[in-house]
């Protein structure tokens, strides 16, 4: 084993700090003043004063030049959960975060803070102010589900206080904000096929939207919070906006800020989801000859169509947490950095 990190050492490494997530996370941690590296299977930008190393996550040497002398490591790197391949999502969020665990361990890395997802315990069927303590869901609804739910059991049960090394798991929902690759651009190229005039179920469904530097300040909390015999070893924790909206709502304001119609028509809510899941299983038994995406997959309708907004109780008690960017602010902050993607644009 290599040499441990000095405590208090301030030299961190973001794994997936090419992405979206990641590199506002590498932003904020060299605002806090800390000297950070990223790991990532390609560079998507340049950033002074940050080292960047490319490789593939499951390449374990690759990794342990990357994080000598780091003693932070925060996990972002996911295929995004709409890819839907199974094999990626084995690969980079199981075996990939087994060897990112062997490689923090080996190198003396101190602290390990996985980046999850609030989707662990969304089997589908409404959540109301859902705690940490709700079960895994028994069945996943897709494939990013349930490698998410064996990504994040591993992380947690890898948190050994009696040897110095501790985890946690910060799990974010329905993030958004200033260079998002998938929430904005999709939903503006659904608008742009006139896909996006009808409502699914009654409108009423209240949801959890988070602002990307909300789940970045949640991130930073968990990570200076983690220490021996404190709360956070082994725990996980929601980060949300904790303001719970009307997802239809939220849709209208980013379509209306950008200059599109909002949705109006109402497709009821058990026809939307039966459909999906008759193309799914279409998908699954088309796939060896020929194949295609359905707009709407059974997670995408339940997302849109059902209760799942998270209590952040347990973040607030231990990290100190409480959102720094409102809702509102976000919405229009998003909004104004798509002048591309603007109706007529």
């Not at 925060?74 to 084995?90: T, V």
């Not at 300040?217 to 956070?232: Q, Y």
């Not at 939307?272 to 707009?295: E, N, Q």
């Not at 720094?324 to 644009?345: E, F, M, N």
Request: hydrophobic share 40%; glycine share 8%.
């Amino acid at each position: 084993m290599a040499t441990r990190v000095r405590p208090g050492s301030k030299r961190c490494a973001v794994i997936g700090g090419s992405g979206f997530l990641g590199r506002h996370l590498v932003e904020k941690l060299q605002d806090r003043g800390y000297s950070v590296s990223v790991f990532d299977l390609h560079q998507s930008y340049q950033l002074q004063g940050v080292t960047f190393h490319t490789g593939d996550l499951c390449d374990r040497q690759a990794l342990l030049s990357a994080l000598q002398g780091v003693s932070l490591v925060f996990h972002c790197a996911s295929p995004a959960p709409a890819s839907d391949d199974r094999a990626l999502f084995e690969r980079v969020n199981i075996r990939g975060t087994q060897t990112v665990i062997a490689a923090c361990i080996e190198a003396g890395v101190q602290k390990l803070i996985l980046t999850s997802s609030a989707s662990v315990v969304f089997e589908g069927t409404d959540i109301k102010n859902g705690r940490e303590d709700l079960p895994y869901a028994r069945k996943p609804i897709d494939y990013y589900t349930a490698t998410k739910i064996q990504q994040e059991k591993l992380v947690l049960e890898a948190c050994d206080e009696q040897n110095g090394f501790l985890t946690a798991a910060i799990r974010p929902h329905g993030i958004f904000g200033p260079r998002d690759p998938q929430l904005v651009p999709i939903l503006v190229d659904t608008a742009r096929r006139g896909k996006m005039k009808f409502i699914i179920g009654d409108g009423k469904n209240l949801v959890d939207f988070t602002f990307v530097e909300n789940v970045v300040h949640g991130h930073i909390l968990a990570a200076e919070c983690l220490r021996p015999d404190s709360p956070t070893c082994g725990k996980p924790y929601h980060i949300t906006n904790d303001e719970p909206v009307r997802f239809w709502d939220f849709m209208s304001d980013v379509l209306v800020g950008l200059g599109y119609s909002a949705p109006r028509y109402h497709l009821p809510y058990t026809l939307v989801y039966g459909l999906a899941l008759l193309l799914w299983l279409l998908t699954l038994v088309l796939r060896p000859v020929m194949s295609f995406k359905p707009t709407f997959t059974p997670m995408r309708v339940a997302l849109a169509g059902t209760h799942h907004y998270y209590s952040c109780e347990r973040a607030k008690e231990d990290l100190g947490y409480k959102p720094v960017v409102s809702l509102k602010d976000g919405i229009q902050r998003t909004v104004l950095s798509y002048p591309h993607l603007r109706h007529g644009a």
